[in-house]
């Protein structure tokens, strides 16, 4: 949503709009500075910070693939992944958010396999630093049955689901269908609004609210299952590109409340 705000006016932002929590995008070198390769120094002091200001870094997102099918490849993805754990677990972070990425060739039983033994290879470090890897319904993976496959493979603690809750839709998933899907391994959500415009064959993320993503359906189904976690919202903007953080934050702060009051009132 910032790219180009500091990290301390990130923090000052968080508190204008009620927010209680952030998740950095690791490797686009946003203004903010967390980055992998930030000094232990630095990580104590991004950690004291949040803590001093009662918020909580409650996720890293990172663009690891862990369903690539090239081996040199994905040892690439499982680095960046690796390295985004230890960020994680010095920072009190639990979460480090993962995609499937592109699938490759062959049957889905044997990409499911393949992708669910490169996030077993992360399993004895995710468990030492006491960080949870998250598997996100996005890219080739928005059928969250297909995300299910996965985990339940995996078949560990230290594996759950990021549920975005635009992707499943996109690809005709009512929410009650994802929710019977994953809703007992989701540990975190993604919140972004869209629609297609006339004769659009893909989906333009609008302000909340102005879309046609049903975020209300998710949250009372997650809500009466005792879901705890964090509604995160993820407006991407380029890093030095013309944009209205503020406008976002607002937008997604207010939307929220709305919904959540409407729930409390059902």
């Given at each position: 949503v910032f790219p180009d705000w500091s990290l301390e006016q990130i923090v000052d932002k968080l508190h204008s709009y009620g927010y209680v929590g952030l998740e950095p995008r690791i490797g686009w070198r946003h203004a903010a500075g967390i980055e992998p390769d930030i000094s232990a120094a630095r990580r104590k002091e991004i950690r004291s910070l949040f803590e001093r200001e009662n918020l909580q870094i409650c996720c890293i997102a990172t663009g690891a693939r862990l369903a690539t099918a090239d081996p040199s490849e994905l040892d690439k993805h499982l680095a960046e992944a690796r390295s985004a754990i230890d960020l994680a677990a010095d920072l009190a972070v639990p979460f480090v958010r993962t995609f499937g990425g592109p699938r490759g060739k062959g049957d889905l039983r044997g990409i499911v396999r393949h992708t669910a033994s490169a996030y077993s290879r992360l399993l004895e470090q995710a468990h030492a630093r006491g960080v949870t890897l998250l598997m996100e319904t996005h890219d080739e993976w928005c059928v969250s049955a297909q995300v299910r496959a996965v985990v339940e493979l995996v078949d560990s603690p230290r594996l759950k689901v990021l549920w975005d809750i635009m992707h499943p839709q996109r690809f005709m998933e009512r929410p009650e269908e994802t929710m019977r899907n994953i809703g007992?391994?989701?540990?975190?959500?993604?919140a972004h609004d869209g629609r297609y415009d006339a004769g659009a064959q893909r989906i333009t993320t609008v302000p909340m609210g102005e879309g046609i993503i049903d975020h209300a359906t998710p949250l009372r189904l997650l809500q009466a299952a005792g879901?705890?976690?964090?509604?995160?919202?993820?407006?991407?903007?380029?890093?030095?590109?013309?944009?209205?953080?503020?406008?976002a934050l607002a937008n997604y702060a207010r939307e929220f409340k709305k919904i959540m009051a409407g729930l409390a009132a059902s």
């Amino acid at each position: 949503v910032f790219p180009d705000w500091s990290l301390e006016q990130i923090v000052d932002k968080l508190h204008s709009y009620g927010y209680v929590g952030l998740e950095p995008r690791i490797g686009w070198r946003h203004a903010a500075g967390i980055e992998p390769d930030i000094s232990a120094a630095r990580r104590k002091e991004i950690r004291s910070l949040f803590e001093r200001e009662n918020l909580q870094i409650c996720c890293i997102a990172t663009g690891a693939r862990l369903a690539t099918a090239d081996p040199s490849e994905l040892d690439k993805h499982l680095a960046e992944a690796r390295s985004a754990i230890d960020l994680a677990a010095d920072l009190a972070v639990p979460f480090v958010r993962t995609f499937g990425g592109p699938r490759g060739k062959g049957d889905l039983r044997g990409i499911v396999r393949h992708t669910a033994s490169a996030y077993s290879r992360l399993l004895e470090q995710a468990h030492a630093r006491g960080v949870t890897l998250l598997m996100e319904t996005h890219d080739e993976w928005c059928v969250s049955a297909q995300v299910r496959a996965v985990v339940e493979l995996v078949d560990s603690p230290r594996l759950k689901v990021l549920w975005d809750i635009m992707h499943p839709q996109r690809f005709m998933e009512r929410p009650e269908e994802t929710m019977r899907n994953i809703g007992e391994m989701t540990a975190h959500l993604h919140a972004h609004d869209g629609r297609y415009d006339a004769g659009a064959q893909r989906i333009t993320t609008v302000p909340m609210g102005e879309g046609i993503i049903d975020h209300a359906t998710p949250l009372r189904l997650l809500q009466a299952a005792g879901f705890d976690g964090f509604f995160s919202v993820e407006v991407i903007h380029r890093p030095g590109t013309e944009h209205d953080a503020d406008g976002a934050l607002a937008n997604y702060a207010r939307e929220f409340k709305k919904i959540m009051a409407g729930l409390a009132a059902s």
